[in-house]
């Protein structure tokens, strides 16, 4: 079977593998009163395949929220109660207010044929192999009830999947897919620079290293506190700053995906992982003064999570790691993004916050740094990742 598969692989090499490459530049500000996003894109898309371009395929995920004829819509109404929970999440979302262009020319764009959270933009001239393109667009984004990984609880911000964003383009062609309740992601990998914009009392976790400087040594300070005391009650407040809002900006390399998580309530916690080659990561976690108890753990969960999986896949890859605690009335268990996760676990027990935060963590190595099709190959990292979460349990725990 090693051989086969080494065969395999060494046959795939020999037909020169690439990945198209995309660098993203987002403004973003929050609206806590009406929950909305105003945003604004700046993309370069770099060609690597062989082929010309015509037009590229770009998610409109939000837009999976609007009406009960989206994929999204169809699939949780099949539930048995899926009538119940459309019900529920009173505020739909959507996103418009595009007008994409290049190099100050707007672009024309198609509707997908079936799914109105997919668009074809029609580029100026054909995309040639090696060169790249610049495509911009202003969006707004209205955030729907919390449901299925994005949207807002109160003034409680999950944000996920809330840019206009280019589908793969790889060997086997375009992959542009709805978004789905049950079925995850496949996305370009690149870079990102993002400045959010929000009300100067909320506390904010995302994929990426926060560049603000004053913010970053704050929530360090505050993180470190609340860790050496130990306590899920007595917790450093933070500092709110003078002004009205305040600009966060987030960068981050060699990633498919960008999430962020506001609070006003956040209790922060922080400490430093030396990894085994020396290299020192920053350890986050964010969760509610009211949440799960068992949260004042949560740095130690994160760390004993990341070093087992790297000892057994590799180190981890990215300068920080973090999670999120999510809305009490959620039983999803979490979901993972680049960098952070959220973890939705209100009544979970000691040992099942430990399991639950490594699962979600331990995306990060084949979701995030190997970042198959999900769609088509679920158990490459669904069920590759829950072995090796069981395996972490039954280590750490003893269990027979």
């Given at each position: 079977?090693?051989?086969?598969?080494?065969?395999?692989?060494?046959?795939?090499?020999?037909?020169?593998?690439?990945?198209?490459?995309?660098?993203?530049?987002?403004?973003?500000?929050?609206?806590?009163k009406?929950?909305?996003?105003?945003?604004?894109?700046?993309?370069?898309?770099?060609?690597?395949?062989?082929?010309?371009?015509?037009?590229?395929?770009?998610?409109?995920?939000?837009?999976?929220?609007?009406?009960?004829?989206?994929?999204?819509?169809?699939?949780?109404?099949?539930?048995?109660?899926?009538?119940?929970?459309?019900?529920?999440?009173?505020?739909?979302?959507?996103?418009?207010?595009?007008?994409?262009?290049?190099?100050?020319?707007?672009?024309?764009?198609?509707?997908?044929?079936?799914?109105?959270?997919?668009?074809?933009?029609?580029?100026?001239?054909?995309?040639?192999?090696?060169?790249?393109?610049?495509?911009?667009?202003?969006?707004?984004?209205?955030?729907?009830?919390?449901?299925?990984r994005?949207?807002?609880?109160?003034q409680?911000?999950?944000?996920?999947?809330?840019?206009?964003?280019?589908?793969?383009?790889?060997?086997?062609?375009?992959?542009?897919?709805?978004?789905?309740?049950?079925?995850?992601?496949?996305?370009?990998?690149?870079?990102?620079?993002?400045?959010?914009?929000?009300?100067?009392?909320?506390?904010?976790?995302?994929?990426?290293?926060?560049?603000?400087?004053?913010?970053l040594?704050?929530?360090?300070?505050?993180?470190?506190?609340?860790?050496?005391?130990?306590?899920?009650?007595?917790?450093?407040?933070?500092?709110?700053?003078?002004?009205?809002?305040?600009?966060?900006t987030?960068?981050?390399?060699?990633?498919?995906?960008?999430?962020?998580?506001?609070n006003?309530?956040?209790?922060?916690?922080?400490?430093?992982?030396?990894?085994?080659?020396?290299?020192?990561?920053?350890?986050?976690?964010?969760?509610?003064?009211?949440?799960?108890?068992?949260?004042?753990?949560?740095?130690?969960?994160?760390?004993?999570?990341?070093?087992?999986?790297?000892?057994?896949?590799?180190e981890?890859?990215?300068?920080?790691?973090?999670?999120?605690?999510?809305p009490?009335?959620?039983?999803?268990?979490?979901?993972?993004?680049?960098?952070?996760?959220?973890?939705?676990?209100?009544?979970a027990t000691?040992?099942?916050?430990?399991?639950?935060?490594?699962?979600?963590?331990?995306?990060n190595?084949?979701?995030?740094?190997?970042?198959?099709?999900?769609?088509?190959?679920?158990?490459?990292?669904?069920?590759?990742?829950?072995?090796?979460?069981?395996?972490?349990?039954?280590?750490?725990?003893?269990?027979?």
């Amino acid at each position: 079977m090693l051989a086969a598969c080494l065969f395999s692989l060494m046959g795939f090499a020999q037909e020169g593998y690439w990945q198209q490459e995309v660098s993203y530049a987002l403004n973003v500000a929050l609206n806590d009163k009406d929950h909305t996003l105003k945003g604004a894109l700046d993309l370069e898309y770099t060609n690597h395949s062989p082929d010309k371009l015509d037009f590229i395929w770009f998610h409109l995920w939000p837009n999976a929220y609007k009406n009960e004829n989206t994929a999204f819509a169809k699939q949780i109404l099949r539930d048995k109660e899926g009538k119940k929970r459309w019900k529920e999440m009173k505020d739909k979302g959507f996103i418009d207010s595009l007008n994409f262009s290049a190099n100050g020319q707007k672009l024309r764009t198609e509707a997908h044929p079936e799914y109105i959270d997919v668009v074809k933009v029609l580029l100026p001239a054909a995309l040639a192999p090696g060169q790249k393109i610049k495509i911009s667009t202003p969006f707004y984004v209205k955030l729907p009830t919390y449901n299925s990984r994005s949207g807002h609880d109160g003034q409680s911000y999950m944000v996920a999947q809330w840019y206009p964003k280019p589908a793969v383009y790889d060997r086997k062609g375009w992959h542009p897919m709805p978004y789905l309740d049950q079925g995850e992601f496949y996305s370009e990998f690149g870079k990102f620079k993002v400045n959010i914009t929000v009300p100067s009392n909320y506390i904010v976790g995302a994929t990426g290293i926060l560049q603000n400087a004053d913010e970053l040594k704050q929530y360090k300070e505050i993180g470190s506190k609340n860790v050496a005391a130990a306590s899920p009650k007595n917790v450093m407040p933070y500092a709110v700053p003078a002004s009205p809002t305040k600009t966060l900006t987030y960068t981050a390399e060699n990633v498919h995906d960008f999430a962020w998580f506001a609070n006003k309530n956040f209790v922060i916690r922080y400490d430093t992982m030396q990894l085994a080659s020396g290299r020192v990561v920053d350890v986050f976690s964010y969760h509610h003064p009211d949440g799960n108890k068992h949260w004042v753990n949560s740095i130690n969960y994160i760390e004993s999570g990341a070093r087992a999986y790297s000892d057994w896949l590799g180190e981890y890859a990215y300068p920080t790691v973090q999670a999120v605690e999510g809305p009490k009335n959620d039983m999803s268990g979490g979901m993972e993004y680049p960098m952070i996760t959220l973890i939705t676990s209100p009544t979970a027990t000691v040992e099942m916050l430990d399991a639950v935060i490594t699962h979600e963590v331990g995306h990060n190595w084949l979701y995030g740094m190997l970042a198959t099709n999900e769609r088509e190959h679920a158990w490459m990292d669904e069920g590759i990742n829950t072995y090796l979460q069981f395996r972490y349990e039954a280590e750490k725990y003893k269990y027979n």
